[in-house]
């Protein structure tokens, strides 16, 4: 049964870190393609960044680049998301995915 | 970068009514190997999206034959023939052919 366990999420002041971690498991990891999307609350859903099977090729929204870093270690089948420089329009559910396979999602909260 | 606009973006129905969803992109989704990558998500409240339809028209495994997905280029029409109340919550198109993007969501209500 294919997986997607995200964590790391939590209350952070704006300017301050947080790194987020997708543990996957149910399939070979390494031969998908996978991304990070997230949701304000009440809102619709947003890619944010995404990255190839080989962690080769990295892709981000305008408004995270340059702040968020998409990564993965394969051997360890888990996705990464390190968000730098939070700001409270980060404040959101994020969710590691496939696109056929989503987590539960992690509560992201920037406020002083 | 491609913006997808969905419509309506609320939709009221009664247990039993077809319904049709429209994504309009503002670029073609047509990819240079010959795929279109235009999906659709429902979420249901609470609930992470699901996968329903891939690829404008390929029905996702253990989704119901009622939903079906069509068009090419620029328009998208998702269609649930016969709408169920488990089919209420909120649709998404999503187009991975230039990095990814989601419309902004239509609203399916009981009327």
């Known amino acids: 049964e294919v997986q997607l366990v995200e964590s790391g999420g939590g209350l952070v002041q704006p300017g301050r870190s947080l790194k987020l971690s997708c543990a996957a498991s149910?399939?070979?990891?390494?031969?998908?393609?996978m991304a990070w999307v997230r949701q304000a609350p009440t809102k619709g859903l947003e890619w944010v960044a995404s990255?190839?099977?080989?962690?080769?090729?990295?892709y981000y929204r305008d408004s995270v680049k340059g702040r968020f870093t998409i990564s993965r270690d394969n051997a360890k089948s888990t996705l990464y998301l390190q968000m730098d420089s939070l700001r409270s329009e980060d404040t959101a559910t994020y969710y590691c995915?496939?696109?056929?396979?989503w987590g539960q999602g992690v509560m992201v909260t920037v406020s002083s | 970068d491609v913006v997808l606009t969905q419509t309506p973006p609320t939709l009221s129905a009664t247990i039993g009514q077809s319904v049709s969803i429209s994504c309009r992109s503002s670029q073609s989704l047509l990819h240079s190997n010959g795929n279109t990558y235009l999906n659709w998500l429902l979420q249901r409240p609470g609930q992470p999206p699901q996968l329903l339809i891939y690829?404008?028209?390929r029905l996702e495994s253990g989704v119901p034959n009622r939903f079906s997905g069509s068009g090419s280029g620029t328009d998208f029409t998702l269609k649930i023939s016969g709408v169920e109340a488990e089919d209420l919550g909120v649709y998404y198109c999503?187009?991975?052919?230039?990095?990814?993007?989601f419309g902004g969501g239509t609203k399916l209500e009981l009327k």
């Open positions: 990255i190839t099977n080989s962690g080769g090729s990295t």
């Open positions: 995915t496939r696109m056929d396979y």
């Open positions: 690829l404008v028209s």
């Open positions: 999503v187009q991975s052919t230039h990095a990814w993007t």
């Open positions: 149910g399939f070979t990891f390494s031969n998908y393609y």
